[in-house]
């Protein structure tokens, strides 16, 4: 059998993926501008699953995530599902832009930089991923973290019951109360607690989930090629130059990089869950004595094991998998859009 009658059939299908829009590529202001529009959108949407998620993993007892809303809104009114979301909102606009920004600039440099070593392109784009993915959380921790301790204050003091274990007994009337209580007691330290094991969870978890990214991206868009492949010419085939070009349209790009973001989400929650819910215990919860020391890393490990066994340490995995994989599907999908329109030159998007 001749070979190379096969590899030449072979070549001549190949599937046009989008081009890739780097930093240099964007307009700035319009970057950031439409970005914190689209991102409080999207952080309105989802905040009820990230309140749920937060009351399950401070609760003694495990809890159904169902039973725990229809509780919550029982008790406290639809109200308690944005409890904290005004400092939330304020916190993330400026933590997104920054993590936005080292995000895109790491991953241009890196990925020069890898490519100039010699390195092939799926490897190259893997690495610059993983690298950006790991400083953009690494900034942006310097701002989400005490949001972190505001808003997930505001969400449970009205949790406070049999089923919670003892926090603080100081109540918050807002976000701007919180600030200041927690700055008189504790002093900056008590709005960077869990700053540690927040970079811990967050900085490799981004780093594994945009490096999976990549690789997600690619397998599907492979499995994609196939498919319209075997459509035999229909209409996503352009014929010019000779070759048998594949072009996707607008929805088949959006729902590419959706279920890519969606595998990549799954995963990272699955892996980073423990972390998470003593992260979560570090920030909300006072110490059993004074009131005034927070728990160690160590006691927070022990009181979750006591609880519940190990299986404690994935309290609210329902609520988290749910969330990051939906976040990560609609921010993955908003932050192509967003770059879309923010290019300057709209001609190479073609």
């Known amino acids: 059998m001749d070979m190379s009658n096969v590899d030449e059939e072979e070549s001549e299908e190949e599937i046009h993926v989008p081009a890739e829009i780097d930093w240099q590529m964007l307009d700035k202001s319009k970057f950031f501008f439409l970005g914190a529009a689209l991102f409080s959108g999207v952080s309105a949407t989802l905040y009820p699953v990230v309140v749920l998620k937060t009351r399950q993993q401070v609760a003694q007892s495990q809890v159904s ?113 919180a600030f200041r209580k927690i700055m008189r007691t504790d002093g900056p330290k008590g709005l960077y607690r869990g700053f540690g094991i927040s970079v811990v969870t967050y900085a490799p978890s981004n780093a594994v989930w945009w490096a999976s990214y990549s690789v997600a991206q690619r397998m599907v868009w492979g499995g994609v090629g196939c498919y319209l492949t075997n459509k035999k010419g229909g209409e996503g085939s352009d014929n010019t130059n000779g070759g048998n070009v594949l072009r996707p349209d607008t929805k088949t790009v959006m729902a590419v990089q959706g279920v890519s973001a969606a595998m990549a ?43 519940g066994g190990w299986t404690a340490c994935y309290r ?35």
């Open 65 to 177: 995530c169902i039973k725990t809303a229809f509780s919550l809104i029982k008790g406290e009114g639809f109200r308690a599902l944005y409890r904290g979301f005004g400092t939330s909102l304020m916190g993330t606009i400026p933590a997104r832009a920054l993590y936005m920004a080292a995000l895109e600039v790491t991953k241009s440099n890196v990925g020069t930089a890898t490519v100039g070593l010699g390195l092939a392109e799926p490897t190259a784009a893997a690495i610059a991923n993983a690298v950006a993915g790991l400083t953009a959380a690494l900034a942006a921790q310097l701002v989400w973290t005490p949001v972190d301790v505001v808003s997930q204050r505001l969400m449970v003091q009205g949790g406070c019951n049999s089923s919670y274990p003892k926090g603080s007994s100081v109540r918050y009337a807002n976000g701007i109360d």
């Open 316 to 350: 609210g995995l329902g609520p988290r998998w749910a969330s990051m994989s939906v976040s990560a599907t609609t921010m993955i999908t908003t932050y192509e859009f967003l770059k879309r329109l923010s290019a300057k030159n709209q001609e190479v998007l073609t």
């Open 265 to 307: 989400g799954g995963m990272s929650a699955l892996i980073t869950m423990p972390l998470d819910t003593i992260k979560t215990r570090l920030q909300v919860l006072d110490g059993d004595e004074n009131g005034r020391r927070g728990p160690t890393v160590m006691q927070t490990v022990r009181s979750l094991v006591k609880e």
